[in-house]
Nanobody, 121 residues
Framework: QVQLVESGGGLVQAGGSLRLSCTAS????????LAWYRQAPGKQRELVAA????????RYADSVKGRFTISRDNARNTMYLQMNSLKPEDTSVYYC??????????????WGQGTQVTVSS
């Protein structure tokens, strides 16, 4: 069974940092683009960042550029999101998913439980 498990969330003060992890099981996603999304209460889920299969290309939402860094370790079937200079508006549940390729911009797996990130002011 294919499964994505997000971890690493928590409560942090504004200006702090967190590192999220997304581990995939049940399939090899080394040839797929991986992406982070987030959803705040009462808001639609939004794309945060995506990384190409070889890690050579990445894209970010304007709101996180320069603060967040996406990376992946294909040997471990794991993706990361390093979040620095966190702001209260980054408070959300963070999810990961898989794309067919870097230009599809479409998640193809059921959503996991996500990991809660709360940034206090």
């Amino acid at each position: 069974q294919v499964q994505l498990v997000e971890s690493g969330g928590g409560l942090v003060q504004a200006g702090g940092s967190l590192r999220l992890s997304c581990t995939a099981s049940g399939s090899d996603f080394s040839s797929n683009t991986l992406a982070w999304y987030r959803q705040a209460p009462g808001k639609q889920r939004e794309l945060v960042a995506a990384i190409a299969s070889n890690g050579g290309d990445a894209r970010y939402a304007d709101s996180v550029k320069g603060r967040f860094t996406i990376s992946r370790d294909n040997a471990r079937n794991t993706m990361y999101l390093q979040m620095n200079s966190l702001k209260p508006e980054d408070t959300s549940v963070y999810y990961c998913n898989v794309w067919i390729n870097f230009y599809s911009n479409r998640p193809i797996l059921p959503w996991g439980q996500g990991t809660q990130v709360t940034v206090s002011s």
